[in-house]
DNA sequence: TTGAAAGCGCTAACAG
DNA sequence: CTGTTAGCGCTTTCAA
C-alpha cells in the first residue's frame, strides 16, 4: 500500500453545532467557538461576554469565565479587525530608533496611545525619503486608525497615500516640524505638532551674536536628507547676515558623531582671518565632540571659541565647561501628538496642529562677552 | 422636511459579480474585487499577480497593472493573513527602546527580518515582569510567526504563554542571555542568543584584580529588576572573594544616570580604610558619571580609582582618561536571533542557541598597576 | 439574554 | 491560465 492519497477528509457531518466540523485547514487552534463549547453556549456569546460583560447573564458569564481559563484562549486579532472594519493601531514613521531624540517621541506617542487601547505600529525611514514611501506602503496594509510620519516633506508617492488617507478620514500628523504652509507650494497640508526650526535657527544665531561674535560657523551634521538641520543653518546664516556679521558653513564628516565634531573643530580653528570665535552645532554629539576635542588641545572653550549644541541630551550639562544647547519637546511631540489624534478620532474631525515651546539652555560653552 | 432617517439603501440588486455587490457595511474601500472588475477578471487572478505574477498571462498582467495603479489599492493585511493562516510577524519584547543599548538590538532583529520579508512587532516592558507578561498577552492576539523575548526571568503566567507557544510550534528566543539551565529549577527551555553576565562580571574582576586592587567595588544601576547586572554583580563579588581580596556592593541612585555616577563617586572615595581602590559599574553611563565627577575634583583615575564601565558607549572612549568598558555584541544579539528564528522557521525544529562573543576594552580608566 | 445568518477581504483547493 | 467554492475567526444585524 504506497502512497494512498491521503485518508478521505470526514466531511459529511455537516449537522449540528458541534465542536466537530472539521475546517479546512484547522490547525487545531483554540477559537471563539472551542471555549464557547466547552461552556456550553455560542461563539456569539463569548465574543459579547469578552467586550462587554454585563451583556452576558452572571451565570453564563461565569461558565465562559472557567472555559476562557482552562483554554488558553488568544483572541485573534486580525479576525476581530477583519470583521469589524475597526482599526485600533496607530502607524508612525520616524529617522530612527537608535538616536535617543526619536526614541523619546516614540515612547511619547506609546504612551499617549496605550492609555486609550492603541497599539503602535513603528518604523523607521533612515532619513531617506524612498524608505519612507516604502514604509508606509507597507505599514497601510494594517489599516491603522491614523499616521503619524516625521516632518514635512515626503516623496511624491508618500505625499499621495497620505492625502488619499487624510481624504478618507485617517488623521495624518506630521511630527518634529511646525511650519505655515510655504504659499503655493504644497495645495494640501496636514496636521503639525513640532517647532519652526527657522526661529530655533535665529534664536542660535542671537544668543551668539548676542555675546559679540562676528564671524559664526554653523555645522551641519551630515546627513543630506535631515532638511531640518539644514534649515536651522540657513535660518542662522541669515541672521547672522541680518545683523551684518559673517556666516560660514560647515558639514561634520560621516562616522562617528563625536569624532566628527574632533575633525570639525580642526576646521573651526584654522578658519580665518578673521577667526570664527563661535559655532552653532546640528546636535549635541557632535558639538560635544568639539568640545571635548578643545579641551584636549588647552583651546579655551567659550574664550577662543563659543559652542552651542541643539537637543540637549543628558551629557551636555556633564561637560566642562557646560555645553549650552536647545532643548527639546522630545517627549511632549509624541505625546502631543497622541492627544491630538485620539481627539480628532473620537470627535471625526481633523486633528488640531499645535506648536511645542523649545529652550535655548545658556550654559558654560557659551558665556560672557 | 426635518430629519428623515436617510435615504434607503438599495440593496435589492443581488445578482451578477458585478463591482454592484452592496456589502453589509461597505464603505467604499479599495479591494480586491474593486480593481479585479476593473481589469475585467476575477479577485483570485489580482490575487495571484500580486503574489506571483508569473502565473498570470502577460495581456491580463498588463490590464491588472493599469487597474491597480489607478485604483490607489492598498491590500489589507488582516484579510490576507486570517486567509492563509500565515504569519509574516515575529514579536519582540524589550526592556527599552530609548537605552540605544536595546535600539541597535531591535535595529538588528529588523535588519535580519525585514530580508526575509518578515515584520518586527515591538512591545517594550521597562524591565517589569509583570508588563512583559501584559505586553505579550497583547502581541500574541497577532499570532506570530515567532517570539523573541529579553533574558530568562519571565512571570509564572508568561512562562505558561511562552511555553505554549513554544509547544505549538513557534520559535521562542531569549536574548541578552546564555546561561546553562540551573538545575531543577525550569523544566521546559528556551532558545539562549546571548552571552553568560556571570562570566563578564568575573572578567570585570580579573581586569581590575589583575592591576593590583586589593578593595573592589560593583555599582549597580540600581534598576531592581534587571537582574542581568545583578548577576554581574555577585560573579563580580565572588570573583574578588576567590582572590583573597574584598569586594564592595554599591547601587545608584535613580534619576539622570550621569548625575547617579557623580555621586556615587563620593561614596567610592569616602569608603574605608582600606580604601576602594576600584570599581566596576553596570553600565557606561554611571561610570561616566563618576569619571567626570573624579575630573572636577581632581582625583586621579586610574591613580587613585581605577573605574571600569559596561556596554562600551560611544562616549567611553572619548573621556579622559578614556573608560574602558565591556564591548557587547549589541546588534549582532539582534541579527542573531533573526537568523536564528528565520531558520527554525525555515526548518522547522527548534531555533539553536547562540553564545556570543563580548570584549573587555582595556583603556586609561584602568591602566597600570 | 441568546442565537442564526451573513459577511469583513483575502487565499487554498480544486476544477476547467 | 483563470474561475468557483469554501472558509480563515470574528463581529454585525436582526430575530427569537
Redesign the pocket.
Given at each position: 500500500m504506497p502512497s494512498s492519497p491521503a485518508p478521505a477528509p470526514d466531511?459529511k457531518r455537516l449537522r449540528s453545532?458541534a465542536p466537530a466540523?472539521?475546517?479546512?485547514?484547522?490547525?487545531g487552534?483554540v477559537?471563539?467557538?472551542?471555549v464557547?463549547s466547552a461552556a456550553?453556549?455560542?461563539?456569539?456569546?463569548?465574543?459579547?461576554?469578552?467586550?462587554e460583560p454585563?451583556?452576558?447573564?452572571p451565570?453564563?458569564?461565569e461558565r465562559i469565565r472557567t472555559a476562557l481559563a482552562q483554554s488558553g484562549?488568544?483572541?485573534?486579532k486580525?479576525?476581530?479587525l477583519?470583521?469589524?472594519?475597526?482599526s485600533n493601531m496607530v502607524a508612525a514613521l520616524l529617522p530612527n530608533l537608535a538616536n535617543s531624540i526619536f526614541a523619546e517621541t516614540a515612547q511619547g506617542l506609546s504612551d499617549g496611545l496605550q492609555a486609550a487601547g492603541f497599539e503602535l505600529l513603528i518604523a523607521s525611514t533612515g532619513y531617506s525619503l524612498e524608505r519612507e514611501e516604502q514604509q508606509l506602503r507597507a505599514l497601510l496594509g494594517w489599516h491603522p486608525a491614523a499616521l503619524v510620519v516625521t516632518g514635512r516633506r515626503h516623496a511624491p508617492g508618500a505625499l499621495k497615500l497620505l492625502a488619499d488617507a487624510k481624504a478618507a478620514g485617517t488623521p495624518v500628523i506630521e511630527i518634529w516640524d511646525h511650519h505655515p504652509p510655504a504659499p503655493g507650494l504644497r495645495p494640501i497640508t496636514f496636521t503639525q505638532i513640532g517647532f519652526n526650526h527657522d526661529e530655533v535657527g535665529a534664536a542660535m544665531a542671537g544668543h551668539l551674536l548676542r555675546a559679540g561674535h562676528r564671524r559664526l560657523a554653523y555645522v551641519d551634521s551630515g546627513v543630506a536628507e535631515d532638511y531640518r538641520a539644514h534649515e536651522r543653518g540657513m535660518a542662522f546664516a541669515a541672521a547672522v547676515r541680518a545683523a551684518g556679521a559673517q556666516a560660514v558653513a560647515l558639514s561634520a564628516p560621516g562616522g562617528d558623531a563625536f569624532d566628527a565634531g574632533r575633525q570639525v573643530l580642526a576646521e573651526l580653528l584654522g578658519a580665518g582671518p578673521p577667526a570664527i570665535t563661535a559655532a552653532a552645532f546640528a546636535n549635541d554629539h557632535i558639538a560635544s565632540g568639539a568640545l571635548l576635542e578643545a579641551a584636549r588641545r588647552g583651546v579655551a572653550v567659550p574664550g577662543r571659541l563659543a559652542l552651542l549644541g541643539f537637543g540637549d541630551f543628558a551629557l551636555a550639562r556633564q561637560l566642562s565647561p557646560a555645553l549650552s544647547s536647545v532643548q527639546l519637546p522630545r517627549h511632549a511631540i509624541g505625546a502631543a501628538a497622541a492627544a491630538s489624534l485620539l481627539a480628532a478620532l473620537r470627535l471625526g474631525r481633523p486633528a488640531a496642529s499645535a506648536a511645542l515651546p523649545w529652550t535655548l539652555v545658556a550654559r558654560g560653552s557659551t558665556a560672557g562677552a
Open positions: 466531511r453545532p466540523r472539521q475546517a479546512r485547514r484547522g490547525h487552534r477559537t471563539l467557538e472551542t464557547a456550553g453556549v455560542t461563539a456569539i456569546t463569548v465574543s459579547r461576554f469578552l467586550r454585563s451583556r452576558v447573564a451565570e453564563t458569564a484562549y488568544v483572541p485573534n486580525q479576525a476581530g477583519l470583521a469589524s472594519g475597526r
